[in-house]
């Protein structure tokens, strides 16, 4: 599928971006273990959530879909064993997945499609192991991966440098054991995430102990509950700087200031490079754009998925910015980092990668000529590539953008809500003809 866009300045919109795809996770998962019925409110489906959704339903739990806004959770307490769990292409449905088939006295295999199968489990393995599974990963570090239990210890340490979702993995186990689960923790990046995984638990009726972010202790088996999913931070961020970079005006009203997602940390960025940004709480964020675009410095090592869009907040500034700590992008849905350099050369943006930081020349408020961006297959990606086509005096083709359903399935949708943004969206269908492969494309209607 290919986006043709062109867009120009001065939009005014509110948009409600989709509930949070980390909560939405921790919660179906944590309801999963749950003796008896939980309701989980405004729970995002995407890709990602979907593949949580049917793992936890090969696990034995049962979802009964009440409206499109709620879904009712029967929990199973024990998962049920079953020989293979397919993760798609979801990360934290792998790592949780392969720490709740250690519970089981069988063997399950976990695995996915596409980049998943590159994506590291060591640092989770090492940690059950020491619980007594035996695991076994394709090359020594990734899926398709093997788990048996069951566990017999209550302690084991572990290095989440790769991946904080090893400890949110293994504090989701924590709360499936009699009990009690202390977890000492080695190395941890994007704590952000394991305070979400800690507010999920706690709305649960999940008691969990901790000592800075050093040593954890989960005491207590969830509880039948509802839960509330927020809006969700890394879907906005991309809109924000949108609005940001093309003297517009957004207002959205899903967001909490509260929600302990690290993503918000694009609320200060913005303040800090001069844009006018409003907070109301729990009542969502307004962004103004309009002034000239100071350069920056910062460090994304707790809150990577902002990378890509800051990439291009740093190529609409005026002067050299640096987008740093950047080394783990390599290890999510693409390699993010030569990802991002790629797409920016593309669109003729000096940027270069140096010392752990991505180094960018701002276009401070002139335009690039290129009409074509080919992202990396990568919902992230794809939605920067969006925002780097603003900086094209010319109508842009942007490649792969199907890849946006991994979270954020009506992104395209909501674009088209923007007054100054022309979009069409191209399907393509391929089919076999006289052996031979051929291409139909179909044009949806312009808005």
């Not at 957004?250 to 907070?279: A, F, Q, T």
Request: with cysteine.
């Amino acid at each position: 599928m290919r986006a043709i866009l062109h867009a120009k300045d001065g939009f005014e919109a509110t948009i409600r971006v989709p509930s949070s795809k980390s909560h939405t996770h921790r919660a179906l998962f944590t309801a999963a273990l749950v003796e008896g019925k939980s309701r989980i409110l405004e729970p995002l489906w995407a890709d990602d959530t979907l593949a949580t959704k049917n793992v936890i339903e090969r696990f034995g739990a049962v979802i009964e879909k009440q409206l499109d806004s709620e879904v009712v959770v029967y929990g199973v307490t024990v998962p049920r064993w079953t020989p293979l769990l397919d993760c798609r292409e979801s990360g934290t449905t792998l790592r949780i997945a392969y720490a709740l088939a250690s519970l089981l006295d069988n063997t399950t295999l976990v695995y996915g499609r596409g980049r998943l199968h590159q994506r590291p489990l060591t640092g989770l393995a090492r940690a059950l192991e020491q619980l007594g599974a035996k695991t076994l990963l394709s090359r020594e570090c990734c899926p398709p991966a093997a788990v048996r239990g069951p566990l017999h210890g209550n302690k084991t340490s572990v290095d989440a440098w790769e991946s904080s979702q090893y400890l949110t993995a293994l504090l989701i186990l924590g709360a499936a054991l009699d009990g009690e689960l202390v977890v000492k923790v080695e190395r941890l990046s994007s704590k952000g995430y394991v305070d979400i995984t800690l507010s999920v638990l706690k709305a649960f009726g999940v008691k969990v102990e901790r000592e800075a972010y050093r040593v954890f202790t989960v005491k207590g088996t969830p509880k039948p509950t509802t839960y509330r999913v927020p809006g969700d931070w890394s879907s906005a961020t991309p809109l924000l700087v949108l609005a940001a970079i093309t003297n517009s005006r957004l207002y959205v009203p899903n967001l909490s200031i509260w929600d302990p997602h690290p993503d918000k940390r694009i609320v200060g960025v913005l303040e800090r490079v001069g844009v006018k940004v409003r907070v109301y709480g729990d009542k969502g964020v307004e962004v103004e754009g309009g002034t000239k675009i100071s350069s920056f410095e910062i460090c994304v090592d707790e809150s990577p998925d902002l990378a890509p869009s800051l990439a291009v907040l740093a190529a609409a500034a005026c002067g050299t910015s640096k987008v740093c700590c950047v080394e783990r992008l390599r290890l999510k849905e693409s390699d993010r980092l030569e990802a991002i350099l790629e797409l920016l050369r593309q669109a003729s943006i000096s940027a270069r990668y140096t010392k752990g930081c991505i180094v960018v020349e701002g276009l401070c408020g002139s335009k690039r000529r290129f009409s074509r961006l080919s992202p990396a297959p990568d919902h992230r990606i794809v939605m920067m590539a969006s925002l780097l086509a603003t900086l094209s005096v010319n109508q842009v083709e942007i490649s792969n953008a199907e890849a946006v359903r991994k979270s954020y399935p009506e992104y395209w949708t909501h674009l088209r809500l923007l007054n100054t943004i022309q979009l069409n969206i191209v399907e393509d269908y391929v089919w076999r003809e006289n052996n031979q492969t051929c291409k139909k494309s179909m044009d949806s209607v312009q808005s």
